[in-house]
């Protein structure tokens, strides 16, 4: 169990480097025009937000583990990252962009798993 909640754990975490590196850098017109229509709707302030955040919750699901500083950081880092996930199945159920949810949906059952497992006392580090 300890291998896969790893494997899940480094998953979210490429993800969310690379989606969160995408909106630290890119403008919201590019991201727009990239696929992310939702950016229409938001500042781009708020954008570079949701960006920062899921670089760090990226950063906090593998890091804290990896060196053992303070590793109990890595549930909380897979709560924040499906918190962001809720936000984002509102968004686009709002904006009625239907398949997008699915992904979102993976990703947030992702976090949760981590999120449980690490939370757990028998798969704690």
């Not at 302030?45 to 053992?68: F, S, Y």
């Not at 686009?92 to 949906?105: C, D, T």
């Amino acid at each position: 169990m300890n291998t896969a909640l790893w494997i899940a754990a480094v998953v979210l975490a490429l993800v969310f480097l690379f989606a969160g590196a995408a909106k630290l850098t890119q403008s919201k017109e590019n991201l727009a025009a990239s696929g992310m229509g939702w950016t229409e709707d938001f500042d781009p302030q708020v954008i570079k937000g949701i960006g920062l955040l899921e670089v760090l919750g990226a950063i906090g699901l593998v890091v804290p583990a990896w060196t053992n500083i303070l590793p109990g950081l890595v549930p909380w880092a897979a709560t924040g990252i499906a918190i962001v996930m809720l936000g984002a199945i509102v968004t686009h159920a709002r904006r009625k962009e239907w398949p997008l949810i699915g992904g979102n949906i993976v990703l947030l059952a992702v976090a949760v798993f981590v999120m449980w497992g690490r939370f757990s006392a028998q798969y704690a580090f």
